[in-house]
Structure formats: structure tokens, C-alpha cells
């Protein structure tokens, strides 16, 4: 009986009439967890956490396991999507001020994007090739910058004196596991939306002129999902590789270093924040600013804002916002060398400066207007 009341109350939620498309990412976010909590768990079954042979089980699933390479394909191109659609979705929160109407949904959202960074970065590193060995190997090297404990933090983490066999079995560990704290966290995070009711585009959180859930925007998810199906099938079957790393198709060897080390795209935009800033425990400390400045937000912003749609100033500065992130991530990927080194540093005082503004903008308008 709790269970049919419970999904009586899903169905019948109250939801604001006028919802876009852009109210679907959570749905489909679900769905693209779904799928990768079920290629990964398949994907478990076949490969080897073992310095020697970790990436030779990988190329033993792409060639000899029947359908492996169309799962394999499925996990590594459905993280990219899922990257994909979390940006949409924070982007959309931003856009229409959900730390300020939603604060404790917007905290437990930016757990959950903590959280998939840290499962996408473990599960890089898994197929043990080139890129993964030394892109572990500068990411965990960077906790070293801790003042006193750094050192022993990073020998702690890799198991070791380098990134070795406990490295990768730790790495194995977390990243089969932190998809059911995803998933736990993403529950809370609907039942946190649901106690205090979705926000309109307008910003009103009122119960006037609002319609059940289902039928309504039941079947606008579904349709999401077949787009959403369409586009990763045509991801997997005609370009499987595209968004990979052709250096991590070569098994990883501690004496070549890679010309240009870098991470996957989603987290280039915080790689050009960290590479802008000489000082290593600078580039730290931005690099984590980057991200945890989303848990910040619903403390700094002023409680009574003006919403989105009135506030023309707060549309400017947020396109300007997108605009540079997109520049980021572009540098993210370009070597360090003159333009793109000086143009980092600008873009990076940009993205913090912008975040400012966003916070400030709607009440400047409104004591003007």
C-alpha cells in the first residue's frame, strides 16, 4: 500500500503548467544513471583490476566478450552524455535561481555532480592505458600541495610511493560503489524537490495554476528519453571513439610521458582554472573554489531576488557566464603556451567575478527598478 501511495503522490504532484524542455533533465539524468549503475555492473564481470593485465581485459571485452564493445562503448560515451546533461541541468538552475527558491534541492544536487566527478575521474583511470596512468597520476599528485599532511595524503591514496597495483584495486573499489551513493543521493534530492514543490520558470513556487505530474509531463520525459536513446546509439554505432583519447589506446608505461596530459572534456574547464595559476597550492585552491562555489550560493545570494525573466541584467551576465565556460573548456584542451596560457588567466578571473555578479545582479536591478 506505501508504495502505491507513494507513486500515487509522484504521479499527482503538483507541477507549474508552464515547464519547458529544459525541466527534463532530471529525468533523463536518472535514466543515463540507470544505464550506467547496469553497463557498469556488466562491464565488472569481465575485467581484471590488475596492473598487468587491466588493460588487455579491456581490449578482451571490446574484441571477445559477444556485444562487449557495444557495451563498453554504451558506458564510456554515457558518461560523457551524463556530464552532458548535468551541465544543462546546473546551467538551468543557475539560470532560473534554484539556490535561492530551492536551497537544500540545489545542496544535495551539487553533492551529487561532486560525487560523479570523483566516479568519472576512478573510472578514467581503470582501463590502466597511458592516459589514465599519468592522468592519475598529476590529479592525486595535487593533494600534495596541503600544507604538512599533502605527502602523506597522496602516499595514503595510491597505497604506495607511486600509482601502482593498490592504486588501481582502491580506484576499482570507489568506482563500483559510489554509483549506489549517487543513486541514494539523487532519491533524497527528489524527495527534497517534492517537499517544497517544483519552481516555474516566473519563480513562483505557488500551487495556483498548476497540473498533475502524469499524464502530463510523464510523457514529455518519455519523449526526452527516446531523444536522449537516439542520440547515444548514435554516439555508440558510428562514433564510439570520438570523444576518447587516442593515447589511452596504448597500455601505460611510467617511462613516457605523454606530450600534452589532460582529462576528460568535462573537466577541462576546471583544468584551465587550475593550470592559469603558477602557484600549485593556488591552482588547488581555485580548482576546488570552481566546484564548491555551488555550495556557497544559496548562503551568499539575497534571499528576495528578482526573477529571471524581469531581470535583463542577470540574463546578460549569465550568457557571458556560459560563454566563458565554453572558453575554459576550450583552453582546458590547448597546451600551455602563449596565447592560451594569458587567455586562461583572464578567463578564470572572468568565471569568479561572473559568479559574483550573477549573485548580485537581480537586487541591483530591483532597488533601480
Known amino acids: ?9 509522484m504521479a499527482g504532484l503538483p507541477s507549474p503548467m508552464n515547464f519547458s524542455i529544459w ?54 560515451n554515457g558518461a560523457s552524455l551524463f556530464f552532458a546533461a548535468i551541465y544543462l541541468h546546473i546551467g538551468r538552475g543557475l539560470y532560473y535561481q ?47 600541495a596541503i600544507p604538512y599532511f599533502g605527502q602523506s595524503t597522496v602516499e595514503w591514496v595510491w597505497g604506495g610511493y607511486s600509482v601502482g597495483q593498490p592504486t588501481l584495486t582502491r ?7 559510489l ?9 533524497i534530492h527528489v524527495i527534497a524537490l517534492h517537499e517544497r514543490g517544483s519552481t516555474s520558470p516566473l519563480g513562483s513556487t505557488d500551487r495556483i495554476n498548476k ?39 596504448n597500455t601505460a608505461n611510467p617511462l613516457v610521458t605523454p606530450v600534452h596530459i589532460q582529462p576528460e572534456w568535462y573537466f577541462l574547464f576546471a583544468y584551465a582554472i587550475l593550470r592559469s595559476i603558477p602557484s600549485k597550492l593556488g591552482g588547488v585552491l581555485a580548482l576546488a573554489l570552481s566546484v564548491g562555489v555551488l555550495y556557497l550560493l544559496p548562503a551568499l545570494a539575497p534571499k528576495e531576488n528578482t526573477p529571471t525573466a524581469f531581470c535583463p541584467p542577470f540574463q546578460f551576465v549569465y550568457w557571458i557566464f556560459t560563454v566563458n565556460f565554453f572558453l575554459l573548456t576550450w583552453l582546458g584542451g ?36
Open 211 to 249: 497540473i498533475p505530474f502524469h499524464p502530463y509531463y510523464t510523457w514529455k520525459d518519455i519523449v526526452g528519453f527516446v531523444a536522449v536513446c537516439l542520440i547515444l546509439s548514435i554516439m555508440v554505432f558510428y562514433h564510439p571513439n570520438t570523444l576518447m583519447d587516442p593515447e589511452n589506446w
Open 23 to 76: 525541466w527534463n533533465g532530471g529525468s533523463i539524468l536518472g535514466m543515463l544513471l540507470g544505464l550506467q549503475i547496469l553497463t557498469g555492473l556488466l562491464l565488472s564481470m569481465h575485467y581484471v583490476s590488475d596492473v598487468g593485465t587491466a588493460f588487455s581485459s579491456v581490449i578482451h571485452i571490446i574484441r571477445d566478450v559477444p556485444g562487449g564493445w557495444a557495451i563498453r562503448s554504451l558506458h564510456a
Open 98 to 144: 534554484s539556490y535561492v527558491t530551492q536551497p537544500v534541492t540545489w545542496l544535495v544536487g551539487s553533492t551529487i555532480f561532486l560525487l560523479s566527478m570523483a566516479t568519472a575521474f576512478l573510472g578514467y583511470v581503470l582501463p590502466w592505458g597511458q592516459m589514465s596512468f599519468w592522468g592519475a597520476t598529476v590529479i592525486t599528485n595535487l593533494i600534495s
Open 179 to 187: 554509483p549506489f551513493a549517487i543513486a541514494s543521493a539523487s532519491a
Open 171 to 177: 580506484f576499482f573499489s570507489l568506482h563500483f560503489l
Open 1 to 9: 500500500m506505501r508504495k502505491i501511495r507513494l507513486v500515487e503522490s
Open 334 to 369: 590547448c597546451p600551455i603556451e602563449v596565447p592560451f596560457d594569458t587567455l586562461s588567466v583572464y578567463c578564470t578571473f572572468t568565471y569568479f567575478t561572473l559568479i559574483l555578479l550573477l549573485l548580485y545582479s537581480p537586487r541591483i536591478w530591483k532597488k533601480v527598478f
